[in-house]
């Protein structure tokens, strides 16, 4: 039972990414071809709607919008509808945590530090990974600002958690790992492990051969 439980396991934390992912890309795709899709219909002449075409026209509409917001007039609308949302009770502590977290991680941000640190904690040997959220002591809360300290966000494996913890710059070490990888490797507690080059994972494929051959 416990050689059949452990396969089961493995094959589910295999298979479980592969499904949520594409589980919500079909999401995306179903209800763009929904809503798009059926206002198409209420334009088009009959018979001359196809399957897909809501799909087609949600990707337009994203490009498009993406296209406009480089322009200063549109910048300057979404400012003021974004404002309307701070004011709402509820709605503006939801929508300013999601917008946060997505304007963090968006390719446009310019980032002040290296995102991706190694913090010492306390005078041990140990080690966290973390991401610097501000480096700029005057973007921080009055009394909270020390200076030569960044904010840095250190996330718990397993959970959407973490902690935003005000450390001196010189007990940070930037790593050479993007957003990306850093956030899949803490997530997951280092089961996955860091990913290698090409070389190394020749140089262990070596390895790994010359033991077998040598049993």
Do not use: C
Request: proline fraction near 6%.
């Amino acid at each position: 039972m416990r050689f059949i439980s452990r396969n089961i396991l493995t094959g589910l934390l295999t298979i479980l990414p592969v499904v949520l992912t594409v589980y919500l890309l079909y999401w995306l795709a179903i209800s763009s071809e929904a809503v798009l899709g059926g206002l198409i219909q209420l334009v088009l002449p009959e018979g001359m709607y196809w399957p897909g075409m809501g799909i087609v026209a949600g990707l337009i509409v994203v490009f498009v919008l993406g296209l406009l917001m480089r322009a200063y007039v549109v910048q300057s609308l979404f400012a003021m509808a974004e404002r309307l949302l701070y004011r709402m009770p509820f709605i503006k502590s939801v929508y300013g945590a999601i917008r946060d977290f997505f304007n963090y991680f968006a390719p446009s941000t310019e980032k002040d530090y290296k995102q991706v640190v190694a913090v010492n904690i306390g005078d041990t040997d140990m080690q966290v990974i973390g991401f610097v959220t501000q480096a700029i002591p005057e973007r921080l809360p009055e009394g909270f600002n020390e200076p030569d300290s960044i904010l840095v966000y250190l996330p718990l494996s397993y959970m959407i958690g973490g902690y935003a913890v005000l450390i001196p710059r010189h007990k940070v070490r930037p790593l050479d790992m993007n957003m990306e990888e850093a956030m899949r490797f803490t997530l997951t507690a280092g089961v996955i492990g860091a990913p290698i080059s090409s070389s190394d994972s020749k140089a262990a494929k070596k390895k790994t051969e010359g033991q077998v051959k040598g049993k």
